[in-house]
């Protein structure tokens, strides 16, 4: 996913705006758009896979376009870029699944490194996504190949575990557990 990808760039300033288009356009699609309306009606009108975005900008905000972003379109990563960081924006971006944080100027190796990873997660989730949707009930039986599991007693399920770790012939181990069995319990516990 991370070749051709459509990343939107956000900021009121011309110069960041195109230096970061000039610098991802070898390896991806970019759109800018110089203030958050323009923002949004370029998020409905295309795929957009990625946002880098500037937190201060006259009219809609760099926040209040985020936030707008989040509830129209909540898998599209998000990189804010900006030249006014502050511990308390930083925390309401991580508050709001911002993938990154980056404060201005920027150096260039690392915010292509911070773009692909962010990309590199958007796909593994949208795999995930995909999973859950091949294991819903929506689907016809003969389409379904996964076995929802009803009403799993987490509780129960770790007590199992530990009284089995007590016989010394039983293959499952609080280690098995923490390595194996919570995270498996973790990725089917929403489908």
């Keep these: 996913m991370s070749d051709n990808a459509n990343i939107l ?58 936030k707008e972003i989040k509830k129209l379109k909540p898998d599209i990563g998000i990189i804010v870029i900006t030249g006014y960081g502050s511990l308390k924006s930083a925390i309401e971006c991580i508050r709001l699944d911002v993938f990154d944080y980056i404060t201005k100027p920027f150096d260039t190796h690392d915010i292509t490194l911070v773009i692909k990873k962010s990309l590199k ?11 859950s949707l091949i294991s819903s009930n929506s689907l016809p039986p003969e389409i379904n190949k996964f076995e929802k599991i009803e009403h799993l007693d987490f509780e129960s399920f770790k007590s199992n575990v530990e009284i089995k770790e007590k016989d010394v012939n039983s293959k499952y181990t609080i280690a098995h557990f923490d390595e194996v069995a919570f995270p498996a319990y973790m990725v089917n516990r929403n489908w």
Excluded: F, W
């Design 9 to 66: 760039i956000v900021d009121d300033e011309l110069g960041p705006r195109e230096s970061l288009r000039m610098i991802l356009k070898p390896s991806y699609n970019t759109l800018t758009a110089p203030n958050g309306n323009t923002a949004l009606n370029l998020i409905k009108q295309y795929p957009v896979d990625l946002v880098t975005l500037d937190l201060k900008m006259p009219g809609m905000g760099g926040m209040e376009l985020l």
């Design 121 to 131: 997660k958007r796909e593994l989730n949208s795999g995930v996504k995909a999973k």
